[in-house]
C-alpha cells in the first residue's frame, strides 16, 4: 500500500482505492439504498465503519451476526394456518427483530440500516434467506420499510478453512467495495472518535437518473457482450460481475454519484464493485470519449 493506495489488486480480483475514496462510495451506496458489501480483513473495522455512518445519519441500525443464526432467522419459522375450509396454506412468522428495526425507521422517515456480519461464513440456505430481504426487503410475510438500507461484511476467502463465497444470486445484488484502511486515516478516526463526513446528498438527487440510464443503455447497444458475463469460477461467481440487475445498479450509483459531487475515483470503485473491474473499466473509458 502506497500513500493509503493499495497497488496490487490481482489477489483479490476486486478494485481497491484509498481510504477516503473507500469511505466516500461506501457512504454513496448507502444513500442511494443499493445493497453493499464491504470485503475486509477482519479487525479492519468495517463493522464500526457501518455503525458509524447510521449514526452520522441518526437512522436505528440493526447487526445480524451470520455464524449464529439459521435460515429461520431471516425468512421466520413456518406455520399452518386455515380460514376455516379445507383450503390450509403455509405461513412464515413475522421476526421480533424485523418488526422492531421496522417501527425505528418509521422514526426516521422510514430509513434505517441492517447490517449482515462475517456473511462469509454463512451456509447457503442462510445466503437463500438473505435474497428477499436484500432485493426486496420483505422478511418471510413480514415488508420492511423500503428505506432500511442493507450492508454486509465479508474477509477474504483465504482468513479460514470454514468461510465460503457468496452465492451467485446474493453477491449479484450487491455493490462490493474492499475495505483496507491505511495508518494514517486510523489515527486520524482515532484522534476524531471516528466522526464521519458524509457526501453531500440532495433531497431529488434521483432526476438525473434519465440521462444516465441513457449512456449505460447506449454502451449496452455498442458493447452488447457486457450484458451479461456471469463468471463459471465459484469464487469470482461470489463477486461483482454485469448482469441486468448490476447495470441497474450502476445507474443509480452513478447518478448518486453526479449529484453528491463525487470524484472520478469514487465512480470508479462503485462501478467496479457492481459489474467488475474489466467491465467498469470498457465503461468509465467509453463515457469518457464520449464527453470529450
Known amino acids: 500500500m502506497r500513500n493509503g493506495l493499495a497497488t496490487d489488486a490481482s489477489s483479490t480480483g476486486y478494485a481497491l482505492g484509498s481510504t477516503a475514496d ?10 442511494a439504498n443499493v445493497p453493499v458489501a464491504l470485503r475486509g480483513d477482519p479487525g479492519t473495522g468495517k463493522t464500526s465503519l457501518v455503525r458509524s455512518i447510521a449514526d452520522a445519519l441518526r437512522w436505528p441500525i440493526h447487526t445480524m451476526t451470520a455464524t449464529i443464526h439459521d435460515a429461520t432467522d431471516f425468512a421466520g419459522m413456518a406455520y399452518l394456518s386455515s380460514n376455516g375450509t379445507l383450503d390450509t396454506r403455509t405461513n412464515r412468522a413475522s421476526l421480533q427483530w424485523a418488526v422492531a428495526l421496522a417501527q425505528e425507521s418509521v422514526k426516521c422517515g422510514g430509513n434505517g440500516l441492517l447490517f449482515f ?22 422478511v418471510g410475510e413480514f415488508q420492511l420499510p423500503f428505506g432500511v438500507r442493507c450492508a454486509a461484511a465479508l474477509n477474504p ?16 445484488r450487491m455493490v462490493h467495495i474492499t475495505w483496507a484502511p491505511d495508518a ?8 476524531s472518535g471516528w466522526h464521519l463526513t458524509l457526501p453531500n446528498f440532495p433531497e431529488k438527487w434521483q432526476h438525473g437518473f434519465a440521462a444516465t440510464r441513457a449512456k449505460v443503455t447506449a454502451f449496452i447497444r455498442t458493447r452488447p457482450n457486457y450484458l451479461h458475463s456471469e463468471p463459471t469460477d465459484e469464487s469470482a461467481q461470489g463477486g461483482p460481475w454485469p448482469s441486468g440487475r ?13 449529484a453528491a459531487g463525487a470524484g472520478a475515483e469514487v465512480r470508479r470503485l462503485l462501478t467496479a464493485g457492481a459489474v467488475g473491474q ?4 470498457e465503461y468509465l473509458a467509453w463515457e469518457a470519449d464520449r464527453q470529450q
Open 184 to 191: 494514517d486515516s486510523w489515527a486520524e478516526g482515532n484522534l
Open 117 to 138: 456480519d462475517d456473511i462469509s461464513y454463512a451456509p447457503p440456505a442462510v445466503q437463500n434467506a438473505l435474497l428477499q430481504i436484500v432485493q426486496e426487503r420483505r
Open 278 to 281: 474489466t467491465a467498469a473499466a
Open 157 to 172: 476467502m483465504d482468513t479460514a478453512a470454514s468461510m465460503r463465497a457468496l452465492t451467485a444470486p446474493l453477491a449479484n
Open 22 to 31: 473507500a469511505t466516500s462510495a461506501i457512504a454513496v451506496a448507502i444513500l
Open 246 to 258: 448490476t447495470w441497474e445498479m450502476v445507474i443509480t450509483l452513478l447518478s448518486a454519484c453526479d
